[in-house]
């Protein structure tokens, strides 16, 4: 019996395309899912005549493998992932490799991660981005997890992810434990910022300046060939000009309630737990929440009234003012998940590469586009870049953008379109450039209700001040702590 490199649980359409993507680099695959008949169908179907090993259990499918073996899962993130590593331990010998490609939540790979250590096998858990079509043709993958396990893998990963027009691979080693999947789930994050910024953008157009899905896909053709190149920007064209066989725009005909698989919830609980202000991609998964009470909107919509404004001004110009707003929102987005990323990597003490990062996902997954070279670019120049925001050629274009941006979030507020992802991207900006904030205030009033202390500007960091404000709270403070 002829034996394979590697092998692949789970025949759904992701897992499926994978093998045959890495069957056509030169690699033999075996397969196995929990539903026989699905291994079947697919050797004699889509495999057929291919360097593919169809199993019929679990055993099979380890023996089929090469040493050390490689075990890929492309199953449904939770309990599933758990009940196949347990299968599966018990067959492999030490220094095995299990490898989860679904969408896990980071500390889920963490605990698994040494889990399968203490029983001396290697685990990876790796992002996989692209969609089903990226999976055939070449995906972004993100593993990390066990080291050891990288060499071993790392020739099949290469040669089977996508590849820059420069021919580097869009595949690197992330780091020890979680890195691979938080990495993945920071991606979905402004994966979900992206969208939700494209589609105010859209919702600009349709309802304040009463564009036809023509004149938008127009638009969203000439902004691909400039810099917001991008796979989201290119699948949004091709959207707004797509007309089913009765000749009806289909944009038109599907209900406005948006569905999510919760990594960018994940997202945004990271964020709260290490104390990040990653406000555009909470406000773009508040969005989806927002979406989803549709009968509530319909019913509000009866009841509450907003300005009765039209859009006055030059059409072309405002258009030109949407482009520049997308362009610096969307920089913001990914300046503050890259700052999740640094906060993460000293919590978990991960070596994560921030260019290599940018790399990885400039080809093969859903938020490629053409700025990302500048990204790498940036660390590439300065590895311990605080954010993005400092790097002078991200500095100019935002602030070149932003007179267009502050006048698209003041005719939203004028007119009453929600652009919560943009205007608080603007805000976060803002923010960000203040050397002074209010907080004073709100110290203030924490020590006034609960003794929580404050800092002064004219004494040292980490000296702790409380005032008896009402002359009735005596001189006892709390102790200070971060919330």
Known sequence: MSQADIGLVGLAVMG????????????TVACFNRTV???????????????????????????????????????????AVDAIIEQILPLLEDGDIIIDGGNSHFPDTIRRCEYVESKGKLYIGTGVSGGEEGALKGPSLMPGGSGAAWEHIKPIFQKCS???DAGEPCCDWIGEGGAGHFVKMVHNGIEYGDMQMICETYQMMKAGLG???EQMHEVFSEWNAGELNSYLIEITRDILGY????????IDLILDTAGQKGTGKWTGIAALDLGQPLTLIGEAVFARCLSAIKDQRVRASKILSGPMIKFKGDKQTFVNDLRQALYASKIISYAQGYQLMRAAAQEHKWNLNYGGVALMWRGGCIIRSAFLGKIKEAFDKNPELENLLIDPFFANAVGSAQNS???VVTASVAMGIPMPATSSALAFFDGYRAERLPANLLQAQRDYFGAHTYERLDKPRGEFFHTNWTGRGGTTAASTYIA
């Open 243 to 250: 007309k089913d066989e009765d000749g009806n725009a289909v």
């Open 37 to 79: 008949s699905k291994v079947d169908a697919f050797i004699q179907g889509r495999a057929k005549g291919k360097n593919i090993i169809g199993c019929h259990s679990i055993e099979e499918f380890v023996k089929s493998l090469k040493r050390p073996r490689k075990a890929m899962l492309l199953v449904k993130a939770g309990p």
């Open 211 to 213: 564009m036809s899905n």
């Open 16 to 27: 499926e395309n994978f093998i045959l993507n890495m069957e056509s680099k030169g690699f």
């Open 405 to 407: 941006w502050r006048k």
């Open 162 to 164: 996508a590849q820059t």
